[in-house]
């Protein structure tokens, strides 16, 4: 470790034995996470992750929720800036531009492939907030680093960040590169407490056969999320898109040739 490495792990071992994760369910995904609500910073960062299995799954579901008027947020699955997977989001055009990144140092950090992330249909990004909620495979190992130190069961310290007001240099690419965050907080997760024997059902009522993907080979995922006011009623939904669910208000009819399938009660789909 160097010198500000140490100094910054005695600041995150502090202060994470002040915050620690709670559950909390998502309203209108019923999806239940594991996670923190912060204050100060109004952030929302939470995780779930499937039962436990020999060999370990390599997944899990990040929620994480901040105001739309941030420049910028940011979680990091290790805990620390240096050595850990990154995940960095923020909004533009009503979608939401989230990737994943890596660094060894207190630098600007690089896109990382690997990860793959896919945003469930509950991410919207509104006038007042960003919610994106994302399944993560191949993410609970990375360079130099892995949640509970490879035990799933074990203690896992999360980092979330923020840039209140600068954004990123270029918001439609993901991989832009950013200036320092404003602020950054940590919470402790108990990996014991974080298995959940409904994660199947989540993943289906999310990831779900989803649209071709222009960019599913990047790291990139983007969503277009049901905009309420755009719906005009009587227009009908395009091509995998949403039809109905709870709390669903957009159209609930499908294009020719699309048919209207519920995938649970909170997602129905548009499929050929
Ligand atoms: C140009 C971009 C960035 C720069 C220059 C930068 C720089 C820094 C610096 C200098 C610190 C130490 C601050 C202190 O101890 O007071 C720090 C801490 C931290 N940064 Fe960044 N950062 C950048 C982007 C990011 C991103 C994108 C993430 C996560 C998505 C992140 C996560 C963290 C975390 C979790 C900490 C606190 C824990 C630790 O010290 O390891 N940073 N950053
Ligand atoms: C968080 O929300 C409170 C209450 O709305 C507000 O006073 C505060 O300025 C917000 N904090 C940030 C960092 O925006
Ligand atoms: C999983 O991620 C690592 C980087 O963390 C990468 O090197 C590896 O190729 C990825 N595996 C797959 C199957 O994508
Ligand atoms: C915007 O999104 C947030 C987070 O999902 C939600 O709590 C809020 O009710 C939404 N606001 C509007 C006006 O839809
Ligand atoms: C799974 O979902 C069912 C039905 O919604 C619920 O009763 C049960 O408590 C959930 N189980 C867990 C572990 O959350």
């Not at 779930?48 to 390599?58: E, G, H, I, L, Y």
């Not at 050595?83 to 979608?95: A, G, I, V």
């Not at 240099?169 to 200036?179: F, G, H, I, T």
């Not at 009623?233 to 699309?258: E, L």
Request: with cysteine; glycine share 8%; charged share 10%.
């Amino acid at each position: 470790m160097t010198f500000s490495q140490i100094i910054g792990f005695l600041a995150l071992a502090g202060a994470a034995l002040a915050q620690t994760a709670s559950q909390f369910c998502d309203s209108s995904s019923g999806i239940c996470f594991q996670g923190y609500t912060d204050p100060t910073m109004n952030m929302t960062v939470g995780f779930v992750f499937p039962p436990v299995t020999t060999p370990p799954s390599d997944e899990y579901i990040v929620q994480i929720v901040a105001p739309a008027s941030y420049g910028w947020t940011g979680v990091s699955a290790g805990g620390t800036m240096a050595n850990s997977l990154l995940f960095t989001l923020w909004p533009y055009n009503d979608q939401i531009i989230l990737g994943t990144r890596w660094t060894s140092d207190y630098v600007l950090p690089d896109p990382y492939t690997g990860p793959k992330i896919t945003l469930l249909p509950d991410s919207t990004a509104n006038s007042t907030h960003i919610k994106a909620t994302f399944r993560c495979q191949n993410c609970t190992v990375w360079q130099d680093g892995s949640m509970g130190s490879g035990d799933l069961t074990a203690f896992q310290l999360i980092a979330y960040v923020a840039s209140y007001t600068t954004k990123v240099a270029d918001p439609s690419d993901v991989d832009s590169s950013m200036q320092e965050h404003d602020a950054f907080n940590f919470f402790g997760l108990d990996l014991s407490t974080v298995h959940d024997d409904n994660y199947s059902s989540y993943i289906s009522g999310g990831a779900a056969p989803s649209a071709p993907a222009p960019t599913s080979s990047s790291p990139t995922s983007t969503s277009a999320p049901p905009s309420t006011t755009s719906s005009a009623s009587g227009a009908s939904q395009t091509a995998f898109g949403q039809c109905g669910g709870t709390g669903w208000t957009g159209p609930i009819t499908c294009a020719s040739g699309y048919t209207c399938t519920k995938l649970n009660d909170y997602y129905s789909q548009c499929t050929p």
